[in-house]
């Protein structure tokens, strides 16, 4: 689907704006100052870089693998591309970026979807009766209704509908589609007592 995605050391959805600005430090940053046929790497920091950034394209091996060294005068810092016999300095502000963790690039989104895509909403508390609301042929949501006070699980035929508060659908909506991930507590989980959530 022409979209990022994290494969190490988790697999899971990236964020597309946050890999689109790894890649314009890479690719787009200003050339601050090239220094040539440079050999002792250590002067920069570069023997033991930082951090180490390796861009693919297609086959087997990196396209480009990018060393980034030790912050340099006037705001800069030395990156040199593996293969190159110069090193270039380059604005500092994209080292930042560069040693960010893995979790920075993690899609935070809990709930992908379109507005337009939803047709229906169930919401299920503790000891009350389940709420459900769809949305008709015609546009309108409704919200079924229990026809008389006795029916239960039992009696669900006896269930009949009623137009439902447009507004309070689309806050519920709103404030799912905007429900942002805070902290990652951990993946893999299949106890989900520990946080409350078997229940």
């Known amino acids: 689907e022409n979209r990022w995605q994290l494969a190490d050391p988790i697999q899971a959805e990236a964020k597309q704006d946050e ?3 790894l890649l314009d430090d890479l ?4 050339v601050k100052q090239t220094l040539e046929n440079e050999t002792d790497l250590s002067r920069f920091g570069l023997d033991k870089s930082t951090v180490q950034i390796e861009l693919w394209t297609v086959g087997e091996e990196p396209y480009k693998t990018f060393l980034i060294g030790d912050k340099a005068v006037g705001y800069s810092v030395y990156v040199k591309e593996k293969s190159a016999n110069s090193v270039i300095t380059i604005e ?5 970026d560069l040693s ?7 899609d935070d989104t809990i709930i992908g979807f379109s507005l337009g895509d939803v ?11 389940l709420i459900t609301c769809n949305l008709n042929s015609e546009g309108t949501w409704m919200v079924d209704v229990p026809s008389d006070s006795r029916v239960g699980i039992a009696h669900l035929t006896a269930l009949m509908q009623a137009k439902a508060d447009k507004t309070a659908i ?16 951990a993946d893999g989980i299949t106890n989900l007592a520990q946080y409350g959530l078997d229940k």
């Open 92 to 96: 500092s502000s994209a080292l930042t």
């Open 119 to 129: 047709k229906g909403i169930t919401l299920s508390y503790p000891e009350q009766k």
């Open 19 to 21: 890999v689109e600005v």
């Open 170 to 185: 689309d806050d519920i909506l709103d404030a799912l589609k905007n429900l942002k991930v805070k902290v990652f507590e």
């Open 27 to 30: 690719l787009n940053k200003r």
């Open 100 to 106: 960010k963790p893995y979790t920075d690039f993690r």
